[in-house]
Each structure stands twice: as structure tokens, then as C-alpha cells.
């Protein structure tokens, strides 16, 4: 493996010739929808054991709390125990005594919606009780020339008012594919945003480009004085760490007091990532997958002054979100370990782990409701499932039996 977490080891100009000289000898990506599950080219020891649990080694049952949803891709709990659910096609709904309610919220910000692009993530303040204020990520302006865009907004009654724009990335570029688009608040409180490098690999490697980044800022859109790259002329201020490829999971609230990721490769190569300031996580000069037509993308799984995946699948499962678990209801052995979805995989992959090592790994409900965008866990501790389809539906796995996993309340 690489070098340990760290800054990048040798001067930008290196890495951006070394970049340009390896893209050359490459074909261009193909225009492949995000993930594959199939086996790329090569030969990939697992690290850890992987076990693909049955029926009877899961006694849990799945309760369909909602359906019909239009390409939802993100959940999110108020303090009053409802949920707010966005809608690619730019529809923000509300989930209220398990009944989705027909009224979406008004004053939603217009997006860009078509492919993968539209409304995509959002969070709510920690101090949402006293402003009221939720978080928006998604896509603006045109096929040829989108952004990525986070909104800020006060949710007053039905409606989203006193919105403001307090990021958006640059530069506006074609592709509404490979986007990223999570949000997280991070240990430091400071709010975190992925953004994919769009099917345009060379951009992950560019510090005056947002495309294949993690971008940090404050809530009002103001720049951390302590950010890596601030006060360095050929760096973009907001950059928090780069060389990711698609970033679909991003969680800060895991106890650890570290940032954490899910990555989509290509054909083979997603990772989980331990998100370090101003660290460059090699993409595409190192990687685990081949492109989708089989060829070669870099012969390096690792390389000098490149942080190293913390965990990698292959072939790729097309990770599409992180949680880390801390409720009450699932068994006690289930704290702190990590939960993925999975998209190509379409399973809820469970991450065994123990002092930041991911020790096994299981699946559960594999093919039982297709394409898992979204997991969450409630305020309650009970875990929710989204499904991504035209016409999905939103999950809760609850306990079959009080030996296997005991309700009590959160404090």
C-alpha cells in the first residue's frame, strides 16, 4: 500500500504533467451508466471476509412506509419526527405518521433535471429548532453548461423562504453524469460537500476546478480560514481534499471525530475513503477498476503521496450512501459499524468495524427491493432504506423478536 494520510507529496506541477501524460496514453471513458457489476479485467483478492446473509440470518422484516416517488435520492429527519425526501425532477415531499403527504413543499430552488442530475441531497441544521434552516444540494443552468449548487432555506410552514446560494461550483461545465452531490456536516461543524469529476477524469487533478473534489465551507457560504489550500493562488480556497472520482456517501458523525466517504470506480474500484485536509485520493492516476470497455486506466493501485483506500470492492456494488450506526434498535453489535447502498448491488451492505478497519463485511435484502440510493437512520434508531426508480418506495427495517434487537428510547 501507500503512503500514509497526508498532503500530497511532490509540487502540483508534477502531478499535473504526470496526470496529462498518463491521460494521453488512455482512451476516453465511456458513457456508461455509473457502475457495474461486473468482474473488470485482472485479479482482486477480497480483504476481509464477505458473507451474503440469507433470509433466516437476518430476522428483521421490511416495513413500505411510502411509494410512488419520482427518482427520490435523499432523506432527512426534523426534530418533530418527520421526513423530508427529495425528488430528482426538483420536488421536495414530506413523510408524516408513515403516510406520505400529497403537498410538496413550495418555494423548492428550480433545478437542472435530467439524467442523473436534479434535486439531490439535503440536511438539516443541527439548530434547525431556533432557525428553522435546512441545506440543498443540486444541479443548475443547462446540459451544456452546469453547476453544482448548494441552497440554503428556511422551512416555514410549507414553504422554503429566505433562500440563498451559498455555494456554487466552477467551472460550468457539460455532462449532468458522475456528479456527486452529498452533504454532511463535518466533527468540526464546518459543512462538507462531493462533487464528482462528470465522466471528464482529468478534472480530479486540477485545483482550479471543483469536478472531483470534496469542498468544505461554513453555513453561510464563507471560507474556513484553516482550510488546506487558503492563501494559495492556484488552488480553489474551497477544496478540502481531491482525486476522487464520484463521491456518493459522506458522514462526520460517525464518534471518531474523522470525516468519512464512499466512492464510485469505474468498472471495479469503489472505495470508502478516510477524508484527510488537503490529501489527494488518486484518482485517475491510481485505481482498482478498468474503464467499461476493458482497457487499462492505470496500471497503479497506489502511489506516492496518493492516500490509499481505507476498503475497495471489487467488482463494484456503485456505492450510493454512508451511515454509520449508534441506535438502539438493531442487536448491540451492530454500533458503530458502517451501512452502505448499494445501486448495481442492490443490497444494504453492512461494514464489520473496529478502530477505523473494516474487519467484514456482509449483505443483506440482496435483489429484495432493487437499487438502494439512500440509507438513514432515524433520531428512534430504526434504519430506512430509498429505493431509485421512477416509482420508488421508502423502507424501515423493524425487529421481528425482543431477543434479537431491542427497542428502547434514545436519550
Known amino acids: ?38 468482474t473488470p479485467a485482472g485479479s482482486f483478492r477480497p480483504q476481509v471476509e464477505i458473507r451474503e446473509m440469507g433470509d433466516d440470518e437476518f430476522p428483521f422484516e421490511l416495513r413500505k412506509i411510502a411509494d410512488k416517488l ?38 423548492v430552488p428550480t433545478v437542472l433535471a435530467a439524467s442523473h442530475s436534479g434535486l439531490l441531497d439535503i440536511l438539516v441544521d443541527p439548530d434547525f429548532l431556533d432557525n428553522r434552516r435546512i441545506f440543498l444540494s443540486y444541479m443548475h ?15 416555514d410552514g410549507w414553504d422554503l423562504v429566505d433562500k440563498q446560494v451559498i455555494f456554487e461550483s466552477r467551472p460550468a461545465a457539460k455532462g449532468l453524469d458522475q456528479i456527486g452531490g452529498r452533504l454532511a456536516f463535518g466533527p468540526d461543524k464546518a459543512l462538507y460537500l462531493t462533487i464528482g469529476d462528470r465522466f471528464q477524469k482529468e478534472r480530479s487533478q486540477n485545483l482550479l ?42 458522514i462526520g458523525n460517525v464518534g471518531d471525530g474523522q470525516l468519512w466517504s464512499i466512492e464510485q470506480g469505474p468498472k471495479g474500484g469503489d472505495e470508502l475513503n478516510l477524508v484527510t485536509a488537503g490529501s489527494n485520493y488518486g484518482w485517475p492516476v491510481v485505481t482498482y477498476g478498468v474503464d ?34 449508534y441506535g438502539n434498535v438493531m442487536p448491540d453489535d451492530w454500533r458503530g459499524d458502517f451501512l452502505v447502498g448499494s445501486l448495481a448491488g442492490e443490497c444494504l451492505v453492512r461494514l464489520r468495524m473496529d478502530s477505523g478497519r473494516v474487519v467484514k463485511e456482509e449483505r443483506y435484502l440482496h435483489n429484495k427491493i432493487g437499487r438502494i440510493r439512500d440509507v438513514k437512520v432515524a433520531p428512534d434508531g430504526y434504519i430506512y432504506l430509498l429505493t431509485d426508480s421512477s416509482e ?10 425482543d431477543q434479537v434487537a431491542r427497542v428502547r428510547s434514545v436519550p
Open 292 to 325: 467499461y470497455d476493458d482497457s487499462i486506466i492505470s496500471n497503479q493501485t497506489s502511489a506516492p503521496g496518493m492516500v490509499d483506500p481505507v476498503y475497495v470492492w471489487v467488482p463494484s456494488l456503485a456505492t450510493a450512501s454512508l451511515v454509520s450506526y
Open 141 to 155: 443552468g443547462t446540459d451544456e453548461a452546469a453547476t453544482i449548487r448548494i441552497a440554503s432555506a428556511v422551512l
Open 209 to 250: 476546478d471543483h469536478g472531483g473534489k470534496i469542498i468544505r465551507i461554513k453555513t453561510d457560504g464563507s471560507i474556513p480560514e484553516d482550510n488546506p489550500f487558503v492563501g494559495r493562488s492556484d488552488v480553489l480556497p474551497e477544496i478540502y481534499s481531491y482525486g476522487h472520482r464520484n463521491p456518493q456517501g459522506l
Open 392 to 401: 420508488a418506495s421508502i423502507y424501515r427495517i423493524e425487529p421481528l423478536t
Open 1 to 38: 500500500m501507500g503512503s500514509a494520510l497526508g498532503r500530497l507529496g511532490f509540487p502540483t506541477t508534477f502531478a499535473t504533467a504526470f496526470v496529462a501524460a498518463l491521460l494521453l496514453q488512455t482512451p476516453q471513458l465511456a458513457r456508461a451508466e455509473i457502475g457495474s457489476d461486473e
Open 70 to 107: 419520482e427518482s427520490p435520492w435523499a432523506m432527512a429527519f426534523l426534530p418533530d419526527g418527520r421526513m423530508l425526501v427529495t425528488e430528482r425532477p426538483g420536488r421536495l415531499r414530506v413523510i408524516e405518521g408513515d403516510q406520505l403527504v400529497p403537498r410538496p413543499i413550495g418555494g
